[in-house]
């Protein structure tokens, strides 16, 4: 959640430097926000245990969106060398990504 209550601005990058923007309300992990934004992510098992969403995060700062359980191997907020997962993380500000899966907009 960021300080104000607002949802944050994120910001996808591809490897091929195609780039699309979306809000995440307070609370609310990125892979959430971005399929109620229309776009397909790469995922799995929406748990934070497959990796499937693993993502680079360039700028900003997350947290994780839900208690971790006592029995959590890792932190999805922090895999370390600036990974995270997006299915178990927020943002806590405005946030620039590079998942590692493809992703793109669903068409209608
Ligand atoms: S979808 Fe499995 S770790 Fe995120």
Redesign the pocket.
């Known amino acids: 959640m960021t300080a104000s209550g607002r949802s944050s601005k994120v910001t996808l990058i591809s490897d091929s430097q195609d780039s699309v923007c979306f809000a995440c309300p307070p609370g609310i992990s990125i892979?959430r926000a971005a399929k109620n934004a229309g776009l397909e992510l790469s995922?799995?098992?929406?748990?934070?245990?497959?990796?499937?969403?693993r993502s680079t995060l360039l700028k900003g700062s997350v947290v994780n969106s839900r208690p971790l359980s006592r029995y959590a191997m890792i932190d999805p907020a922090n895999l370390g060398n600036g990974k995270v997962?997006?299915?178990?993380v927020t943002p806590t500000n405005d946030i620039i990504v590079v998942p590692e899966g493809p992703w793109e907009t669903k068409r209608t």
């Open positions: 892979l995922a799995g098992c929406m748990q934070g245990r497959c990796y499937t969403c997962l997006l299915c178990s």
